[in-house]
């Protein structure tokens, strides 16, 4: 009995010391568990829901900057027949403790595009300073966000908080998160604020995709954002057709016409030396000059890819008789000036490679040169970036 009443007693001191201390600790201190498991959320998100839910990773950020952490929560619904949860999609939502009187738990859901999914495969969080906040001359930390699968998606997020008591309800408007850029692709990658994301084309055969480069927009109201006032996402600052994953290493390892023209022009300004090698031997010599675009190559810093045209024949690439592709290209020379873009048609030769029976792809002759006004220039061949784009 003795010892009952000692751990009564030590009980309750512990409970006053937390409770005096409550009032002097800042917002969330006594949350502050790192470990995932301070909340069942697999037992609420799974047990609980009769498997209409799949928790994918629970992360602890402090995504409101109070110096505290938060619970982000991604999980996976619409489960299918077979192979339950690979592939379906993924939502994610926050869970902010606040220190009131009692204390509460909040959720803010994290917006997508027409309830867009985040991804289809893995996914990966971070809090990272990519956007300048109105008003604010310091970075913000947003949410970024990163899925994996198939296709690629990449979200950022800002969290905000419009409230005048920090314990009242929340009201709509009043506290969560703003969506400051939603992309789907093939792949992305990002550079800092620049994004760059590729989709594959038609021309699969060849890996081409469409590359195209985003830069944020100034906004008044939230600063550095990826969106438009309607919604949509801001137009790319730059794109062309590009492969999705490198330049060929040799001429020999591209047996397709178009594959050839493509890496002339995609490796004009930084790997010259490569792009000679797809001329044939009596237009090499020529090469500062021949390649259709009006600047010589010496001043040429990239070159963009407008479309890219050639109807694949087996039979005739097998008999190695000539070839015709046509490309709409625009030279960006060295100090960032674009020129006007040129609708150029080669003529291609098969080259036999004496010691394989096969052959690569040779630009022979440049058959024709036109000028084109912006108002002819073709579309790209294929969209990219997702819902919003």
Known sequence: MRTDGRITLLIFLVLVTILAGCRQRPAL???????SSAIPFREIFEDRTSDRFHVEKMVRLDVDSDGAD????FYRFDPYETSQWANTPVHGIVYDALVCDPPVIREYKLPTPANDYLSEGGISVTLE??????????????????GGGEAQTLTFYRFFDNRTNFCQPVEPGQRGFVLLGFFRATAISRNGATVIIKDRTVFERSQLSIKKTYQPREDPSVGQTYLQ????????SEQTVDFRFDLPQDPRDSPYPEKSVATFYLALGSQNSKARSFLTDELQPG???????????SQVGRVLIYSLSYTPDVNAERRRED???????????K????????????????????????????MAELVSVSALGPSEVPPVLASAGGPGS
């Open 70 to 73: 938060e619970w982000v929560v």
């Open 335 to 362: 100090g960032g000036t674009l020129y006007a873009p040129r609708r150029l048609k080669w003529r291609l030769v098969g080259v036999p490679i004496p010691e394989r029976q096969d052959c690569e792809w040779r």
């Open 29 to 35: 201190a006594i949350f502050e568990q790192k470990t």
């Open 129 to 146: 300073e990519v956007l300048k906040e109105a008003g604010k001359s310091g970075a913000v930390p947003e949410l970024v966000v990163f």
């Open 229 to 236: 006032a309607n919604g949509r996402l801001v137009p790319p």
């Open 323 to 333: 070839r015709y592709v046509e490309v709409v290209v625009a030279a960006v020379d």
């Open 287 to 297: 090469f500062e000059t021949g390649t259709g675009l009006p600047i010589p190559v």
